[in-house]
Structure formats: C-alpha cells, structure tokens
C-alpha cells in the first residue's frame, strides 16, 4: 500500500506524461516554423536589397530630350541605354556612362537627335552594370498637334550671362517652368518656377549663379509643364546650346582721351572671368605713324563688375591722331573696341616784350615842358 502510494506520490500519471510530451513537441515545432519564417524572410530581403540596389526612381522623355534618375544603395558604376523605339523598331539608341555612391541619386540626359517621322513612340531606359541589367523603364512618347501646348516660345536665348525666356499664350493657363543648364549628359543647375499664370506674355530672365568654363560648351533646357484638370500635366522640352567665353564692354561715356593719355573703363558681361589688358593706338593723321600702349586692368571682370584703366602719351608729338581702343583678352582676342579722334597742340612760348619805340614830337614835348619848369622856378615861382 505504502509503495503503491509512493509511486503514485512520485510518478506522474500516464496522461499528464503525454500531455508533457504532447507540449514540448508542439513547442519544438513552433521554433521550428519561426526559424524557417525569419530565414525566408532575411532570405526574400537579401534578394530583395540586392536587386533594389541600382533601380530607376523616375524616367521621362519626349521627343527632344529625356531624363532619367537614378537611385544607388551602394557604388556603382554602369551605363544608361537610351532607346526611342516605333513599335518593334528601334529608332535611335544612345549610351552614357554614369558612377553613383551609396544612398545617392543622379540623373542624366540625353538629346534626340533623330527628327520624328510619326505622332507616338516608346521610350525606354535600361540600367547596366557590367553586362547585368539592374531595372528597365518605358514612356509613351507623343509629337506633333498629340502634344501641342497652349502657348508659343517666342525667345529661348542663354549666353555667357544666363538665359532669357519668353513665352506668349494662345489661351490662359497656368505651366510649372524648370530651366536647367546641361554639361554634356549632367544637370549642373536647376531653376524652378511654379503656377505661373499665363495670361498675358511672360518673360523669364536668370542669370547664372556661378563661374562657367572657358570655351565650355553648354546645352540649356527648359522644361514647361502645362496643367490640365483632369489629367497629368503635359510636358514640353525646349533646347539651346552656347559656347562660354569671357565677354567684357568699353563703358563710351567713361572713356576720357586728352593730351595727357587715355582713361578707360571696362564692365563684365560675361560669367567667364576677363583677365585682360586695354590696348590703346594712336595714329598721326599727318605721317601715318603709329604708337600702341597696352596695360593690365587690375581687377578680373565678371558680370556686372567694372574696373578702370589709363595709359599715358610717351614721345607723342603735337597733331591729330586716330586713336583706337580695344579690350584685350589673353587669347590677344579683341572683345569691344571704342575710336574717337585726339588733337595734341604745339606748345606755346613766352611772347617777347617788344622795345618801346620813341616819336620826335613826343621827345620835343618832354623838352618844351622841362624847359618851361626851369624858368617857372628861377623866376620864383
């Protein structure tokens, strides 16, 4: 009795013993299942990272330029596959390399340079990376009376100074207008303006906020989106292209020339520096000899800045002279010239005092008087 009562104080019963094992397998089997779930989880998100580490954020195009931007998770280097395609046709297709660093966006652009010979076209951008395609991304492009907007570009003029847009409506409307200023394929300066109304004429003037390369050829777009109220907004693309160079002007009601020498003041026109001399040329009108004079301008001369600069005549003899200035580059390229006409006088001299001439009649008078006073006063008077 005593025995039986101590196995059953000191063994469990047969269901709680079942039930035990019943509860450690189950608990087995749901570490089992969240292992495998957290490893195919981890899994798909590895994949995941790996294929989304190079992928197209956004992608436009129509039938003058196009524009893609893309998102690293880490460096990169490829290229970006332009085509332009008509149904199954491949119309034009251009490459431009690009390098990206982790968490980094970077767009590129292109120029069509084909003209359009139908109304829709397919678009489309691959990303590369060695001989790996990373994403792929289309645009429906439309052309002609498709894509007409409801106003006319009537002046689209950058130069070395920036950029001066005009546009005049056919009917009210409001367009966004971004200008963007292009270096080869890279977008190096962006301007935006938002819900410019279009009821009358509309003039966009910029100017550029930073120096530009010497002889560095430039592209600058304007892109307008025209809003529409119940669909997205219709984008138009304009193009431009400039070579930068220094540009500087002779400032005519500034220039003084007399006897002395010539003074001169030259403004900035241009946002490619002028580090550059007067140059200065006298010709006598008479014997046809010619002098030149050139000297530094001291400060160096960008859009809006001026600075002033004087020569002085040496060996310059008296006559009339033609004299020419110019602005002078580095390059010995004259950027402006001035003439005007110069009249150096002969010096004059010190006029002699002639001698003072006597008249026998006034010679007799003197004596008459003295003659007379000597008398007055012997007689006492």
Known sequence: MNKRLACAIFSPPRSILESSVSGAYSLNRRKSIIRTVLLIICTFTFVNSAVAALEIVDFFSDFTTSEVTIKSSQIHQGKAVFELMNGEKVVESQEVPFETKAGEQVSKVILWQNKPQHDYYTAQVSLYNDTAIHDKKSYQVSYGTVAMPSFHVVDFSPSNKGV??????????????????????????????????????????????????????????????????????????????????????????????????????????????????????????????????????????????????????????????????????????????YETVLRIHEEDKAPETPPVKSTPGFTALVLLIAVLAVAWIKRGG
């Open 164 to 337: 001066q847009l005009l546009l005049r409506p056919f009917n009210p409307g409001a367009v966004d207008i971004k200008i963007e200023l292009l270096d080869k394929n890279d977008i190096v300066y962006t301007k935006t303006e938002k819900d410019v109304y279009l009821t009358a004429n509309k003039e966009l003037k910029i100017t550029w906020p930073f120096l530009l390369a010497d002889n560095g050829e430039y592209t600058v777009r304007a892109k307008i989106l025209m809003h529409r109220l119940y669909a997205s907004p219709l984008i138009n693309t304009y193009i431009a292209v400039f070579t930068a160079s220094d540009e500087v002007e002779i400032l005519h009601d500034d220039v003084e020339v007399d006897e002395y020498g010539a003074s001169i003041t030259l403004r900035g026109k241009s946002r490619v520096p002028f580090d550059g001399f007067i140059e200065v040329t006298a010709r006598n009108r008479a014997t046809n000899e010619t002098k030149t004079y050139r000297q530094q301008i001291e400060e160096i001369l960008v859009s809006g800045k001026e600075d002033t600069a004087g020569v002085v005549w040496k060996g310059l003899a008296p006559g009339t002279y033609d004299v020419e200035i110019k602005a002078v580059n580095q390059q010995n390229t004259a950027l402006d010239t």
